[in-house]
């Protein structure tokens, strides 16, 4: 069963950067698009972007200014970096394997953008 | 962006009910539609990909149909632990991926 697990701060300043890391057991990251989705409180669902196990990687053009996300297959772990945050980007961030759909989910982390 | 709209955003309805959910695509998107459950701080779970595609595990009381730019899930007969927010996703454009605004269902 994979399973898969956020990690990385809560509490992230205006202006800095948030990072998160994904790490991905009971399977191999290997031959898959990792995602990143978030989830404002009360609200939809919204696409970061994804990479792929070569490092290919699609991200959201809404956002792709600030985005860089990045695989490490050692450590089957891929991560998550968003520059410049504001209190907008205030959210639950899930990281996800998607292939046709997302089938598996973390359970997603409140990161808080505030001073 | 293809944009997905899903109809109606909320809905009420009765256990043993039949209920419909419809997402419709600014553009044809080739059936390369997911549909999620997710229920109060949890993940979304998926429920059903390709447009019609039962995901492992998923109760057959839930059916997908649809071609071109609309798309609808059914359940056919409403259980307790169905009452859940429902997110349709287009994965036909990675420019971006995109999510339907969800679909509410409450208990009548």
């Known amino acids: 069963q994979v399973q898969l697990q956020e990690s990385g701060p809560g509490l992230v300043k205006p202006s800095e950067t948030l990072s998160l890391t994904c790490t991905v057991s009971g399977g191999s990251i290997s031959s898959y698009y990792w995602s990143w989705i978030r989830q404002p409180a009360g609200k939809g669902l919204e696409w970061i972007g994804r990479?792929?196990?070569?490092?290919?990687?699609n991200y959201n053009p809404s956002l792709k200014s600030r985005v860089t996300m990045s695989v490490d297959t050692s450590k089957n772990q891929f991560s998550l970096k968003l520059s410049s945050v504001t209190a907008a980007d205030t959210a639950v961030y899930y990281c996800?394997?998607?292939?046709?759909?997302?089938?598996?989910w973390g359970q997603g982390t409140l990161v808080t953008v505030s001073s | 962006d293809i944009q997905m709209t899903q109809s109606p955003s909320s809905l009420s309805a009765s256990v043993g009910d039949r209920v419909t959910i419809t997402c419709r695509a600014s553009q044809g998107i080739s059936n390369s539609l997911a549909w999620y459950q997710q229920k109060p701080g949890k993940a979304p779970k998926l429920l059903l990909y390709?447009?019609?595609r039962l995901e492992s595990g998923v109760p057959s009381r839930f059916s997908g149909s649809g071609s071109g730019t609309d798309y609808t899930l059914t359940i056919s007969s409403l259980q307790p632990e169905d009452f859940a927010t429902y997110y349709c996703?287009?994965?036909?454009?990675?420019?971006?991926?995109?999510f339907g605004q969800g679909t509410r269902l409450e208990i009548k």
């Open positions: 390709a447009a019609s």
């Open positions: 996703q287009q994965y036909y454009s990675t420019l971006p991926i995109t």
């Open positions: 990479i792929y196990t070569s490092g290919s990687t």
């Open positions: 996800a394997r998607q292939w046709l759909g997302v089938d598996y």
